[in-house]
Nanobody, 122 residues
């Protein structure tokens, strides 16, 4: 199983980035997909998640109204559209796949991709 996150970069506050997570070697629509982020010295933080067919989503309060998660099962891809970025959004972002409920908990996830760095300057 392989998850590949991409799309990170360095932007100014107020700008946007679009992160992609592409999965390989899994039955993609069996899995809920989550995005997490981590800064050095802190625990990995839940950002957003989407249900198997996209009917349900969840966001951490700090990104509600700015980030949107979506998926295209035909392309084994989940997108995290990040608008109105703030310096506090700076982190390494990871996507992960889970068969289970409780998708805000890192321990629930079966597979993790490598992260992509997002840096937002003020």
């Amino acid at each position: 199983v392989q998850l590949q996150a991409s799309g990170g970069g360095t932007v100014q506050a107020g700008e946007s980035l679009r992160l992609s997570c592409v999965a390989d070697r899994i039955r993609f629509d069996d899995y809920r997909i989550g995005w997490f982020r981590q800064v050095p010295g802190k625990e990995r933080e839940f950002v957003a998640a989407i249900s198997k067919y996209g009917a349900s989503t969840s966001y951490v309060d700090s990104v509600k109204g700015r980030f949107t998660i979506s998926r295209d099962n035909a392309k084994n891809t989940v997108i995290l559209q990040m608008n109105s970025l703030k310096p506090e959004d700076t982190a390494v972002y990871y996507c992960a796949a889970t068969l289970w409920m409780g998708w805000e908990e890192t321990s629930r996830y079966d597979y993790w991709g490598r992260g992509t760095q997002v840096t937002v300057s003020s």
